[in-house]
């Protein structure tokens, strides 16, 4: 699978990890970094890069990773298409890409640890859109929200 992943100052050194347990599994990694925890930087600028791989067909799926995951997740879900989803716990890493078809999982590196974050980004990869007819049906009104929002 083709994953895009971006973390802040506050994910390093999760991402580090992260993509090491990804590589490790065999995926294509479109790392945009950062690698550098002590330089201070913006979880939107790593957002749109994860969630325009993701637009461009380049990536299948996106993570992000920055201090609580939810700035990575508010300016994630701005963009056209993305779905992101701040898990904390391996149900919801699932379920999010089962039921909700996220396509990108954020994590927060100062509030979950690192053998938790692992299992839930391992679920998360490996879950798949069920396509179940409620399902497909909330996700239809999704779409028709963010065609419609000015």
């Not at 580090?16 to 913006?42: N, W």
């Amino acid at each position: 699978m083709r994953i895009a992943i971006g973390a802040d100052h506050g994910g390093y050194p999760l991402n580090e990890k992260v993509i090491k347990e990804l590589d490790a599994a065999g995926h294509e990694i479109l790392d945009f970094g950062t690698h550098v925890g002590s330089r201070p930087d913006d979880y939107p600028d790593y957002a749109l890069k994860v969630g325009q791989a993701i637009q461009d067909n380049q990536a299948d799926i996106g993570i992000l990773i920055c201090g609580s995951g939810v700035g990575a997740s508010v300016a994630a879900n701005k963009l056209k298409g993305i779905r992101a989803a701040l898990c904390g716990d391996t149900y919801s890493g699932h379920q999010s890409r089962e039921h909700d078809d996220c396509n990108v999982l954020c994590l927060g590196a100062r509030v979950i640890g690192e053998e938790l974050a692992l299992e839930i980004v391992r679920a998360f990869v490996a879950a798949r859109f069920t396509g179940e007819e409620r399902h497909r049906r909330r996700l239809e009104k999704i779409v028709e929200i963010e065609k419609n929002e000015k």
